[in-house]
């Protein structure tokens, strides 16, 4: 039974297990590619090599760098110790490579890691042709029908294809078209350019036409604005309207009061000074009080014309109509203030012929005392001290001048005394009356001096050119033209009031001691001209009553349209301004950029062409038939003139812009660059390589069946294999089995010699093969493959696996020969000598033993061969303990002893020779010596290979042609070659 299922086991583990060449080899190398397009050799080794062989030589386990430098790539070789597991190498080098990848050029592609291994041998090379087929229609069938085809069989990993015409599309820029395309572009820019710049020119003149109307209507609104402003007013503003008129009574009363108050120190003055006989001093204190009275009731008017514009600004919808008739009364005072202002004008004028008369005769010296006297007087004011002294030097003077002109100074001597007394008593008078007006300008909050201080006469003089400076520019705002100048115009006065009241207060308190007599005219023009400047005052507040008077809403609506419009104007005038500076800033980028350099690169290009050139499945939809319809998106290229007529950029301008437009689309192909022929014909060769698990020979078997059936269907098709790694190792495997035949049958003939007799060598023929099925067995389960090297064991184990038996078997018929019978001499046979042959095929194991310590390719190589003869010597021990004794009980039973001649004969002779050898030991020794050292020179001078050479049935010829020579000239050649040959 043990024997039926060991021939079972063995018959299925030949047919399951996978034939190759050589074991699974793991060689000890790694190769990493870098490719660096357009590189020279020595930038290369610098910016590639030299950083890969710095990092990959601190890996672990490295034994050797090896790199190479060359043209647009450099290669690194890494060898390892042996014994190195590679596929943690592999991870230890993808580190360190991916460390320095980041240093690396950016035009350098990522490296490339390769192990070495077995399997990068091509397990078949054929070669394809087809009748009636050229290299283009082949090229075609073989890369959509053949090579698929083939790819599909179990255990193919990849094919390489050598001599395949590939057509491809060349898009190449043409610089001519180019040139055209940009000058459409820049033309069109200018046109675009050119338009741009007359919208800008229209948009400025909009703008200035408009400016100029709004300025027309402005002015003709201003113009007609007091049609009836007050009327238009609605709402409630009885109160407002009491408050204002109330105001204005207690202004009238305040100027009247301060009227009598300066009426009264008029008069005082006149009756002093005409007591006195100083016209002088009475004219121009009098003209002097009606300018204080005329400025105060100019300014309080003033006052109270822009309180009134105020309030009808901040609340104009509740005015009521009865406000003009207030508004007219304070007009008429404003007039009333203008009259007075004018006899105050002409009491000066009055003043200055007055001195002009007296000049007649009086001397100059006189006139100039007279006139310090009068301004010491002036600057006294109402500084009753000052005063008194100042009157008393006026009379004085004036005794002078009258004892120069009067000749009877004895006449006038009682009536200047007389003078000097009143003059006293009106200085006192007047001192006094100053007082009550000062408090009086108090209690209306307004103060014309502080104490008894004094202004210095240069100050007051910048003071009042100012003031006149700026009411003339508060006049000059006012054009008429608009509401606007006008509220300009007002706004300036009321800002000028506080300036001008003091002033006026300063006006008595000048001092005038040392100061010139054209300083004191200075400040009496600058008087006169501030005078002047008041005047358009009335004027200016008349325009605000006039403007205000009766306007309508729809002019109130029309004046805020006015100020929208103004508004409007001005951010258009901005905005356009903007633009212009937009416009020549893109018009800049535009001029620069007017053109198709940047959309016309080969990167954009390429992408543009890859993403038209696609088509995919975008769902189902239903028609009313209840029928699905499949939608597609996109669609690709059938034909270079599709490629050509791909579209790149639509611009309205310029319109559609095609590849076609910018580039010259051919269709070319590496037939003048690919060479591979049969038999003299255009072919191509493929190389086929199997997966690293699949078994070279079924892989073989299953791409020439393949190859069958495609010549039996396609017609025309002839596959010439040019080299099978599945058919050498068959070879080899048929030849490693006829010699384990030939060496087992050899094996039974000998013993067939020495044993004379059929039934022992019968049952030593069937212990060889039932030992190599049980040494196949235990391979099969330790993962071994039919190879060269187990074959190799095996034959080398039949050889020592036959000598098991050969000892049992004899020992067992020797016994049987002794008479004993054949089951008890089966049985002591095979005890008798199970020590011996155990000890013999554990010794011959243990020589193999030492290869579990060996690594690296040595142990892949050697171990499957020491596995399979362990085997083979395991399997004929159990065969030779346990069926060969038990055959030997049922076919000696009838076997009778047979004397051996030739056996006693070589017995004899061995007996002798080995007493011979006893009694002769030194030659003995030194003969086994010298054999020993023969052999050891012998196995020093011996190569070492890993593999012998072995002989094929092919020949490979390598054509090396000059370096001048171009790829025609060394095709032509090759073509020479190949027919000499096939001449043979």
């Known amino acids: 039974m043990a024997v039926i299922v060991v021939i079972v086991l063995g018959f299925i583990s030949v047919t399951r297990m996978s034939m190759d060449l050589l074991p699974q080899i793991s060689l000890p190398y790694l190769m990493i590619i870098t490719t660096y397009p357009g590189a020279s050799p020595e930038k290369v080794e610098a910016e590639i090599s030299e950083p890969m ?37 592999m991870v230890k080098v993808s580190s360190a490579v991916d460390q320095v990848s980041g240093n690396l050029p950016d035009t350098a592609q990522t490296p490339t890691i390769l192990e070495i291994s077995m399997d990068m041998i091509a397990t078949m090379y054929i070669a394809v042709e087809r009748e009636g087929y050229d290299i283009y229609d082949l090229s075609d069938y073989i890369e959509n029908d053949f090579v698929p085809y083939v790819e599909r069989q179990d255990g193919v990993a990849s094919i390489t294809k050598v001599g395949l015409v590939e057509k491809t599309v060349q898009v190449e820029l043409n610089q001519r078209k180019i040139n055209d395309l940009n000058d459409r572009i820049l033309i069109k820019t200018n046109n675009a350019l050119e338009d741009a710049r007359k919208a800008l020119r229209d948009a400025q003149k909009k703008v200035d036409d408009g400016q100029a109307e709004l300025e027309k209507q402005e002015k003709s609104f201003g113009e007609t604005l007091a049609s009836g402003l007050f009327g238009a007013f609605t709402g409630n503003a009885d109160q407002l309207a009491a408050s204002l008129q109330d105001g204005i009574v207690d202004t009238y009363n305040q ?195 502080n104490g008894s201080s004094y202004v210095d006469v240069n100050h ?138 940047a959309l016309l690169k080969a990167s954009t290009l390429s992408q543009m062409i890859y993403a038209q050139n696609f088509s995919m499945p975008a769902g189902y939809i239903d028609d009313a038939n209840d029928e699905s319809w499949m939608l597609r998106i996109g669609d690709e290229f059938e034909t270079s003139d599709e490629i050509a007529d791909a579209l790149l950029v639509d611009m309205d301008e310029i319109g559609t812009v095609r590849l076609s437009d910018v580039a010259d689309v051919t269709v070319e192909d590496n037939a003048d660059e690919s060479y591979a022929k049969l038999n003299g014909e255009q072919a191509v060769v493929l190389s086929i390589y199997k997966g690293s698990a699949a078994g070279t020979n079924a892989v073989s078997k299953g791409v020439r069946d393949a190859i069958s059936e495609l010549e039996e269907r396609d017609v025309g098709l002839h596959v010439s294999v040019m080299m099978d790694q599945g058919q050498y190792i068959t070879l080899i495997v048929n030849d490693i089995v006829k010699s384990m035949v030939l060496g087992a049958l050899l094996a039974i003939v000998i013993l067939a010699i020495f044993l004379k007799d059929v039934r022992p060598t019968v049952l030593v023929a069937i212990s060889i093969p039932l030992s190599v099925l049980f040494a196949i067995v235990l391979m099969y389960f330790s993962n071994l493959s039919l190879n060269i090297m ?120 061995y007996g002798r020779t080995l007493t011979w050898c006893l009694e002769h030991k030194l030659l003995s020794l030194a003969t086994a010596i010298v054999l020993l050292i023969l052999c050891v020179i012998r196995l020093v001078t011996m190569g070492i290979v890993v593999l012998p050479e072995m002989n094929g049935d092919d020949i490979q010829v390598s054509i090396v042609t000059p370096e001048e020579d171009t790829r025609e000239v060394s095709h032509e050649k090759a073509g020479q070659i190949m027919e000499a040959i096939m001449s043979v």
């Open 53 to 89: 062989e710095n990092a990959l030589g601190t890996v672990s386990n490295v034994s050797n760098v090896l790199s190479v430098s060359s043209e647009n790539f450099s290669l690194v070789q890494l060898e390892f110790e042996d014994g190195t597991d590679m596929d943690s190498a």
């Open 255 to 449: 100027l009247s009061e301060l009227g009598n108050i300066l009426d009264q120190i008029s008069a005082e003055v006149d009756y002093a000074m005409a007591e006195a006989g100083a016209d002088v001093r009475d004219a121009y204190l009098n003209a002097a009080a009606k300018i204080v009275y005329s400025y105060y009731a100019v300014l309080n008017a003033q006052t109270i014309y822009e309180s009134v514009a105020n309030e009808l600004i901040s609340g104009y919808n509740q005015i009521q109509p009865e406000l003009a008739e207030e508004i007219q009364k304070a007009q008429l005072a404003v007039n009333d203030s203008s009259v007075g202002l004018q006899e105050a004008i002409n009491a000066y004028n009055e003043l200055a012929e007055t001195l002009n008369a007296a000049g007649d005769t009086i001397t100059p010296e006189m006139q100039a005392e007279l006139g310090q006297a009068i301004q010491a007087v002036i600057a006294a004011g109402t500084d009753y001290v000052k005063a008194q002294q100042a009157y008393a030097q006026l009379v004085s003077t004036l005794m002078t001048v009258a004892a120069q002109v009067a000749p009877d100074l004895a006449d006038l001597q009682d009536e200047f005394n007389k003078a000097v007394t009143d003059a006293n008593q009106a200085g006192a008078d007047l001192g006094a009356a100053q007082q009550e007006m000062q408090e009086a300008l108090i209690g209306m909050g307004i103060s014309l001096y």
């Open 460 to 597: 007051l003089r910048e003071q009042l050119e100012l003031a006149q400076s700026g009411l003339e520019d508060a006049a000059g705002l006012y054009d008429g033209s608009s509401i606007a100048s006008l509220m300009s115009a007002v706004s300036r006065v009321a800002d000028l009031i506080p300036q001008i009241y003091s002033i006026i207060g300063a006006v008595p308190q000048v001092d005038t001691t040392g100061s010139s007599g054209d300083v004191i005219t200075e400040i009496q023009n600058g008087l006169v001209g501030l005078q002047d400047v008041v005047d358009n005052i009335p004027a200016m507040l008349e325009g605000l009553q006039s403007a205000f008077a009766s306007l309508t809403q729809g002019q109130l609506d029309a004046a805020v349209a006015f100020s929208t419009a103004t508004t409007q104007l001005s951010t258009a005038q901005t905005q356009l301004e903007a633009a212009r500076e937009q416009y020549e800033s893109a018009r800049e980028t535009a001029l620069k950029n007017a053109n198709a350099d």
């Open 790 to 909: 187990t074959l190799s064991g095996l034959s080398l184990g039949i050889g020592m696996l036959v000598d098991n038996s050969i000892v049992v078997i004899e020992n067992i018929f020797r016994l049987r020969g002794h008479g004993m019978t054949a089951p008890r001499a089966a049985v002591q046979g095979a005890k008798q000598v199970a020590g011996a042959i155990t000890s013999s095929t554990v010794t011959t194991i243990c020589v193999f033993f030492p290869m579990v310590f060996t690594s690296g390719t040595v142990h892949e190589l050697l171990v499957p061969m020491g596995m399979s003869i362990s085997f083979c010597l395991v399997a004929s021990l159990v065969v030779a303990m346990t069926v060969v004794p038990a055959a030997s009980s049922t076919l000696l039973r009838k076997m009778k002893p047979k004397e051996n001649s030739t056996i006693t004969k070589i017995q004899d002779i």
